[in-house]
């Protein structure tokens, strides 16, 4: 899936990387919990989670994933959006909860991003 | 050897934290290394710049690139771990709040990186400090 659509899809404000609206993602993977996220996630994912601080952008990099959603109308902070830029990571933020994004984006076909 | 990366970590920066794993990966996809075993070093590498920055009195990670492997060393001064089969163990940990706000602190990192490297090697002494050791395959 087009990151783009997911962008539709969720109504998302993109906050930095828009230029990697055109690439794809194949599956993706929800928590606040970055811990579960490295040891779980896929390759090429999609993150989505309610944590806005410096260590969730450290762990999307580490984990390869290609770009970070902020659910329940999370805004990072200026700063956290400038690492963004640095980093060259696609970061945006939707209104809808977790589990709307998740039920919607599973519904048009991401797979989860599970390794295990 | 051929090269040699290393970095310092302090205790409780968690606005540095990360940066050294940042490096690292760039230094890695710059000499061309296989992007598993990148993943691979990264992750781990992360895992155990977290737990300088969270666990450690602080230390040091360090990266050296041999041929035909990558040997990355994560040390501290202390506190030490006194019981290194339950740390080992997936869910136990000591963290506290702080860090569980950040989204760390499931007990998850050690065997993480015993899980992302080929050999894994943990000592530790209470009151001295904690040494890991992983090394990489990165002949194809
Ligand atoms: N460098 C260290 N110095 C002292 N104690 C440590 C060190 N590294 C790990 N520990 C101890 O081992 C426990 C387990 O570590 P581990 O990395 O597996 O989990 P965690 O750091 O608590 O949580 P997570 O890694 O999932 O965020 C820690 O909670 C801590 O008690
Ligand atoms: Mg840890």
């Known amino acids: 899936m087009k990151l783009r659509e997911i962008q539709e899809l969720l109504d998302a404000v993109v906050l930095a990387g828009e230029n990697h609206l055109n690439d794809e993602v194949l599956c993706g993977f929800g928590s606040d919990l970055m811990s579960d996220v490295l040891c779980y996630a896929n390759d090429d994912a999609i993150l989505l989670t309610g944590l806005t601080n410096r260590q969730v952008l450290n762990t999307a990099e580490m984990a390869n994933m290609r770009c970070v959603i902020f659910v329940r109308n999370k805004k990072p902070s200026d700063e956290l959006i400038r690492m963004a830029v640095e980093m060259d990571m696609l970061i945006m933020s939707t209104r809808l909860i977790l589990f709307e994004c998740c039920g919607i984006l599973y519904q048009h076909g991401l797979a989860g991003a599970n390794k295990r | ?140």
Not at chain 2, 105 to 119: I, K, Q, V
């Open chain 2, 1 to 140: 050897m051929t090269y040699e990366l290393k970095f310092d970590v302090e205790r409780g920066d968690f606005e540095t934290a990360g940066l050294a794993s940042r490096k690292i990966k760039k230094t890695l996809q710059q000499l061309g290394i296989n992007n598993k075993t990148i993943r691979q070093v990264s992750i781990a590498g992360y895992e155990g710049e977290m737990n300088l920055a969270i666990h450690s009195d602080g230390g040091y990670i360090s990266l050296m690139v041999l041929d035909g492997e990558l040997v990355l060393v994560i040390e501290d001064t202390g506190p030490g771990i006194p019981d290194i089969a339950l740390a080992m163990q997936e869910g136990y940990s000591t963290a506290g709040d702080e860090v569980r706000e950040m989204g760390f602190g499931a007990g998850m990192g050690l065997p993480n990186m015993r899980n992302n490297s080929d050999a894994f090697e943990i000592n530790s002494e209470p009151g001295v400090g904690t040494r890991i050791e992983m090394h990489f395959n990165t002949k194809t």
